[in-house]
């Protein structure tokens, strides 16, 4: 009898490196859940469901509402999530300094870089068995250790209060399963620009190798795409 397949949710999943972590998985043979913010108009992730036989599924979510993360949380109930993948992010771009980013864009990211993500992982945790993984999507940017340059200011903030919550997390319920906070490294996306030296397979395939070879170990890790520890 053939083991059941993976089953992964990417949360996050329209465009850019959620949707090649979704095309990746699906790949391998996992079943995957990938979400999307609107339904339409119709995303590379509704393409991707098309392809594939009813192996990917696509649900709707804005992780910054608490009524659709619950809604979502409902409509899953019974699942069993073997990878849960929240990949949802914003940047504000170039110009990204504290003197110059008004409050509500302060507050704006990181509401949806760090709060809203550990409000999906805290909801649907329960959903992850032991031997799981449970990761958010990081960024170098995210290390205090590494911060000798500056820049990006509200984002990295952002990436680096994610990166806390998520240790935090894992002290508190992260229980058998490997707690990851991954970097994609830097990819050419609608956020990454065209000057990003990898593309989205590369930084997906990456990660996903990275993250299989955590898989059966518990505790809390900050990774890259190369599987290599970063310094908080
Ligand atoms: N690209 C890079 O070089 C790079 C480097 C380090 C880290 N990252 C991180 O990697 C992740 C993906 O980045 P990307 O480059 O693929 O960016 P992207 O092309 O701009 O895609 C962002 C994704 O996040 C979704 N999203 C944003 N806010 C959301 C919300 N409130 N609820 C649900 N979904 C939401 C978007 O959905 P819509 O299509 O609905 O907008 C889209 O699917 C982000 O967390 C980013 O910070 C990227």
Redesign the pocket.
Known sequence: MNPSPTTVLVV???????LGLARDYAGRGARVIGT???PQPP?GLHALAEASNGRVLVET????SPEQVAALRRRLSGETIDVLFV?????LGHGDTLDVASDEAFFRVMR??AL?PLRVIEAFADLVPEGGIIAA?S?VLASVAGNTEGGMEVYRASKAALNTLLKSFAARRGGGRAVLAV??G??R????GPE?PLDVETSARGMVDAMAARRGRKGVAFIDYRGGEIAW
């Open positions: 996050g999943a329209s465009r850019g490196i959620g999307v913010r609107r995303s979510v804005d992780t910054t990949n949802a992010g914003i940047s949806t870089n809203a999507m960024s970097s994609p830097w990819v996306t609608d956020m990454g990003a």
